[in-house]
């Protein structure tokens, strides 16, 4: 029931995606994390993958550009109606399935993000900056009549980022465990 769901939203998510968009967002994305790995190289706060860490842009890009598609760019502009900020979760504690699905869909889709941004910043600068980009990502959906502010999906989007940085860390130690076992 949940894959059908969200293979009906993702349908009407990127309905309006243009091509020109996606391209346009792949490629300040890439260049967003290039610069900012080379701008944080040996800085407070900043860190960059040792391994690779080309093949992390080009990977951070990609998912930015389907974060944003899914998010902004793939939305109808237009009214979405007279909802208020709180719509979520109300509807949520009134039981509505479909709610349920999106904030889960939600959830899902910012566990990347965390991680993504794990591989860039230090534990102190991941949190804000997941927050910063889900309250951005809902900003722009309200200035561009593409989606709501809505409360329910900052608190989503932001559960999803921290489980991210959770299972980043949970597999960086896991991984150095590994490798500190003598063979």
């Given at each position: 029931m949940?894959?059908?769901?969200?293979r009906?939203?993702l349908s009407?998510y990127?309905a309006g995606?243009e091509?020109?968009s996606?391209?346009l967002t792949?490629l300040?994305?890439?260049l967003?994390?290039?610069g900012?790995?080379l701008?944080?190289r040996?800085?407070?706060?900043?860190?960059t993958?040792?391994?690779f860490?080309f093949?992390?842009?080009?990977?951070?890009?990609?998912y930015?550009?389907?974060l944003?598609?899914?998010?902004?760019l793939?939305?109808?502009p237009?009214?979405?109606g007279?909802?208020g900020?709180?719509?979520?979760i109300e509807?949520?504690?009134r039981g509505?399935?479909s709610?349920?699905f999106?904030l889960?869909?939600?959830v899902?889709?910012?566990?990347p993000?965390?991680?993504?941004?794990?591989?860039?910043?230090?534990?102190?600068f991941?949190l804000?900056?997941?927050?910063?980009?889900t309250v951005?990502?809902?900003?722009a959906?309200h200035?561009?009549?593409?989606g709501l502010f809505e409360?329910?999906?900052?608190?989503?989007n932001?559960?999803?980022?921290c489980?991210?940085?959770?299972?980043?860390f949970?597999?960086?130690k896991?991984y150095?465990?590994?490798q500190?076992?003598p063979s």
């Open positions: 949940f894959f059908a769901h969200l009906a939203n009407q990127l995606v091509p020109w996606v391209l792949l300040l994305s890439f967003l994390l290039w900012a790995r701008l944080l040996g800085r407070r706060g900043g860190r993958p040792r391994r860490p093949l992390w842009d080009a990977l951070g890009a990609l930015i550009t389907a944003f598609a899914v998010t902004v793939g939305r109808l237009g009214n979405r007279d909802a900020m709180w719509t979520s509807a949520l504690f509505s399935v709610i349920r999106d889960l869909f939600n899902l889709l910012f566990i993000w965390g991680i993504l941004l794990s591989f860039h910043f230090s534990p102190p991941t804000p900056a997941v927050l910063f980009t951005a990502i809902e900003t959906q200035v561009t009549g593409r409360i329910g999906d900052i608190l989503a932001f559960l999803g980022g489980a991210g940085v959770g299972l980043y949970a597999g960086k896991i150095l465990r590994h500190n076992k």
